[in-house]
């Protein structure tokens, strides 16, 4: 019942939605493994990009939420579709140890590298999370573009309409680019093969974001990926 309620969302929200607000594309999906524990990794620059990621996939997808979203008709709707609640800024033992048990049951995660959202013109640095979990549950690590949420709804801004592209990067894992001498060196070596990644998506799609490295990282980011 619970993926037959989450396919008949997805296919709304494609539908009457995106479709009418520009169009909606999916490319490279053939890059998501179909079984397995993975952790879906894509720039994060609008509210829509959960939705947007959603229904792209044929996969279901498990997804962190802000605690606050988690009240009333909204929260209980978001938790149907599979959202489970992280307290920001602390440490959130309870949502870490949900995040590895999705993927060691063998479940998508989508999981923002960045942690918040992004303006549309610079992609914020990776968080340690990220790194954190892609090591502890060897999951394999899709990057992904998306393309016209940002102008569909931007941060702070008056949307319009727009085509939105979603492109997944073919995947890799933790221990495939940890090559370094140290610990500290391979959590960064992940996060700028990560970042690398993404950013190539979003510039062959047409989202020409600048580098994390162009930008210090702001205190208020969170411990994991989190829709915010």
């Known amino acids: 019942m619970q993926r037959l309620w989450y396919a008949f969302v997805r296919w709304v929200v494609r539908t009457f939605y995106f479709s009418l607000r520009g169009g909606f594309r999916t490319v490279g999906e053939e890059h998501v493994p179909t079984t397995g524990g993975v952790i879906i990794a894509p720039v994060h620059v609008s509210y829509l990009d959960p939705p947007a990621l959603g229904c792209a996939m044929r996969r279901q997808l498990r997804f962190m939420a802000k605690e606050e979203l988690f009240k009333g ?47 549309g013109e610079t992609m914020l640095p990776i968080n340690r999370g990220v790194s954190m979990l892609a090591k502890r549950t ?20 008056k949307g319009r309409r727009h085509p939105t592209t979603v492109a997944f990067g073919p995947g890799f894992r933790y221990e495939d680019v940890a090559t370094g001498a140290t610990e500290r060196e391979n959590r960064e070596l992940f996060a700028r093969e990560l970042e690398r990644r993404i950013l190539a998506l979003c510039h062959a799609h047409g989202l020409p974001l600048r580098s994390a490295s162009s930008v210090e990282r702001s205190p208020s980011s969170a411990a994991l990926g989190t829709e915010s």
């Open 73 to 119: 008709p909204l929260g209980a709707i978001i938790q149907s579709l599979g959202a489970f609640p992280v307290r920001r800024g602390e440490g959130d033992t309870e949502s870490i140890r949900k995040s590895i048990a999705i993927l060691e049951g063998g479940d998508a995660l989508l999981l923002f590298p960045e942690g918040t959202r992004g303006d």
């Open 138 to 157: 060897n999951a394999v690590v899709i990057p992904v573009g998306i393309v016209g949420t940002h102008v569909l709804m931007p941060r702070g801004k």
